[in-house]
């Protein structure tokens, strides 16, 4: 056991012995260490006024990631290189090129959001050569900005790259980076708190396991980006916290030939990399999952095991066919993913037992597969119906399976059995459709909110599967169809 926590925040090494499990990085570098650079906008990861940058260890490798300090909780830094915005100016004074780029760009006006922008851009400029504009405004979607508009941001991150990257002080320095944190590195649990909570952040499975084990009425915490909001607008006290994001293992993705194997804390970065294969809607979607500093901390295990009716992967993964591996001791069980989600907010989760990972068949070379997610703003915003859909033809061109997942339609992410019942045996084409859109209505009884009102969900939903049927069968948007049964024909 390691009684204490340890990083690097610039080159100065952090030991904290005793703290409270969720205090927020925010709030520690802005009241204990008066780093007031780091604006508090939102205090819910929504305004990116609050963003840093932290490097981890990853494979031997610095992986420097964008983050929003007000989401993250202090103790979870073990083993990190922090920088913030003060960070970046030279000693001599000498602005960074980043910060250069946005004077000479006129990039900011009242300020207030600047240091989270220029902490965005210094995450890019840290990993990445020549980004392209779609790559620069999705690294800037999880920052907001009332005044300047994001032209001439946009034109900083362009210009930024004129300086010489290799040259930077930060790029130049990573190997002692990497020296000083593979020192950090142990294989010990750490246990700290503050007299009244507990934190508890074990560096193997194995560890993790027993410790939930232990103590079944803990809050486990991976990348804390659902969790951190019960903190900082619940105003709750969590102990014991269990952290998982120590734990490299966890982290891993696998190709199994015929799925992939996607463990718990694969952060959505990974999980869009290792999805993309399967449909570019899907990549299109995970593009809008959140933004940049979201999709950095946000896991797979976290998205499933909130068990949100609105979160984005379940349907789709769901309509992919998805197993949930879950772990209590050193005993695994398998079980369809739909099969988790029992009720709103209740999940097929016994005392004791986490979600160890993910396996996502591949998909078949006879089937289709679509999602659109729909939400009031194209970026950082959660759905108000996301639909996935998979479909097998036979050598007739006749639906021989059929899953339709909807999140935002239900308490959970729900299949609609009747919709896909009257798909099967019939052909993919406009009278399936009709007919299928005829008993959602069976299917689901939506709630109206703030998202979208019941009336607007049912028929968007029909309208999604509408889509799925045009990108798979128009000549100009998609020859799926016809070149399955074209191949079908050929024999
Ligand atoms: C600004 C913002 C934008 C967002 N946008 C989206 C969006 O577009 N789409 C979307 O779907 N979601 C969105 N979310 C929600 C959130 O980011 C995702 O649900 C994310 O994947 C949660 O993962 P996490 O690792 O942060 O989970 P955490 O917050 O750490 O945990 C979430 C829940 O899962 C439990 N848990 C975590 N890991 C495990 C495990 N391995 N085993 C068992 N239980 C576990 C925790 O105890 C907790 O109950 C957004 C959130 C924010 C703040
Ligand atoms: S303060 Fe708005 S994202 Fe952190
Ligand atoms: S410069 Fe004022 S909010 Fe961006």
Same mark, same amino acid.
Request: proline share 6%.
């Given at each position: 056991m390691r009684e204490s926590v340890r990083f690097l925040l610039g080159d100065e090494l952090v030991e904290i @012995?005793?703290?409270?499990? @969720? +205090? @927020?990085v925010l709030d520690w570098l802005r009241l204990d260490r008066r780093r007031t650079g780091t604006k508090e906008g939102c205090a819910e990861g929504d305004c990116g006024a609050c963003t840093i940058v932290v490097g981890r260890l990853d494979g031997g490798q610095l992986r420097y990631e964008a983050i929003n300090a007000c989401i993250r909780f202090l103790p979870t830094l073990d083993g990190c290189h922090v920088l913030t915005v003060e960070h970046l100016k030279a000693p001599d004074g000498t602005l960074h090129p980043v910060q250069q780029a946005m004077v000479d760009c006129h990039g900011s006006q009242c300020g207030f959001c600047t240091p989270g922008f220029v902490m965005s851009l210094f995450a890019l400029w840290l990993n990445e050569r020549a980004p392209s504009v779609q790559r620069i405004e999705d690294a800037l979607a999880g920052n907001l900005c009332r005044c300047t508009g994001y032209e001439p941001i946009i034109a900083a991150a362009q210009r930024m790259y004129g300086a010489e990257r290799e040259r930077d002080r930060f790029v130049a320095g990573m190997p002692a980076i990497i020296a000083q944190l593979k020192a950090l590195v142990d294989s010990e649990t750490i246990s700290i708190g503050d007299g009244a909570c507990q934190f508890y952040a074990p560096a193997t499975v194995g560890a993790l396991a027993e410790l939930v084990d232990t103590h079944p009425q803990a809050t486990l915490v991976a990348g804390? @980006?659902?969790?951190?909001l019960w903190v900082t607008k619940g105003m709750r006290r969590l102990d014991p916290v269990i952290y /998982?994001? +120590?734990?490299d293992e966890l982290r891993a993705i696998s190709d199994e030939g015929s799925h992939l194997r996607l463990s718990a804390m694969a952060n959505q970065i990974a999980v869009r990399e290792a999805l993309a294969g399967i449909s570019p809607q899907l990549d299109e979607m995970m593009r809008r999952f959140g933004g940049e500093q979201v999709r950095n901390a946000g896991t797979i295990g976290g998205n499933i095991a909130?068990?949100?009716?609105?979160?984005? /992967?379940p349907p789709a993964l769901i309509a992919l066919g998805a197993t949930l591996v879950l772990r209590k001791g050193g005993e695994r069980r398998e079980l369809p993913?739909?099969?988790?989600? /029992?009720?709103y907010r209740k999940q097929d989760r016994q005392p004791g037992e986490f979600v160890e990972a993910v396996l996502v068949p591949k998909l078949p070379a006879d089937a289709l597969f679509h999602i659109s997610k729909i939400s009031k703003r194209f970026d950082e915003d959660i759905s108000a119906v996301c639909g996935a859909f998979y479909l097998t033809l036979d050598q007739a061109g006749r639906i021989s399976e059929a899953r339709l997942a909807y999140g935002g339609m239900a308490g959970i992410p729900k299949r609609a059995k009747a919709a896909e019942a009257v798909l099967l045996g019939r052909s993919w084409d406009d009278a399936a459709v009709a007919a299928a859109i005829t008993v959602l209505a069976g299917d689901f009884t939506p709630l109206t909110d703030m998202r979208a009102s019941a009336g607007y969900r049912l028929k968007v939903a029909g309208s999604l599967l509408r889509r799925f049927l045009i990108e798979t069968t128009a000549p100009e948007t998609g020859t799926r169809v016809a070149g399955l049964l074209a191949e079908a024909a050929h024999g």
């Open positions: @012995t005793s703290c409270d499990p @969720t +205090r @927020t804390a @980006t659902d969790v951190s /998982l994001g +120590r734990i909130n068990g949100s009716p609105i979160g984005d /992967l993913l739909e099969a988790f989600f /029992l009720d």
